[in-house]
């Protein structure tokens, strides 16, 4: 059984900084594809980037801001937010593929987390 938990988000002030984990258990997060989405109030889950078995980055969204990487370990990926905005807010998800590359479309994606809630105010 494939379990992904995210962690690391919070309120933080437009401009700053937050950084998400996603650790896997059941699995390591080394044989298939990962991508990070989130979902704003309203709107449709969005894809922002992925890194896959070879550690290729595929960047949807947020091109720049938001940086993906997997730790030496390879049982977790995290997602660097950087110049947080306002309407960066939502509910930040990553997912796990099982396929060597990656994709865009949440409906490729098999396993989920729960979500962490990231929050950019002042």
């Known amino acids: 059984q494939v379990q992904l938990v995210e962690s690391g988000g919070g309120l933080v002030q437009p401009g700053g900084s937050l950084r998400l984990s996603c650790a896997a258990s059941?699995?390591?997060?080394?044989?298939?594809?990962i991508g990070w989405f989130r979902q704003a109030p309203g709107k449709d889950r969005e894809a922002l980037t992925c890194i896959n078995r070879y550690d290729t980055i595929t960047d949807y969204s947020v091109k720049d801001r938001f940086i993906i990487s997997r730790d030496n370990t390879r049982t977790s990926v995290y997602l660097q937010l950087n110049h947080l905005k306002p309407e960066d807010t939502a509910v930040y998800y990553c997912a796990y593929r099982q396929a060597y590359a990656c994709s865009g479309s949440s409906g490729a994606y098999v396993y989920w987390g729960q979500g962490t809630q990231v929050t950019v105010s002042s």
């Open positions: 059941g699995t390591t997060l080394d044989n298939y594809a």
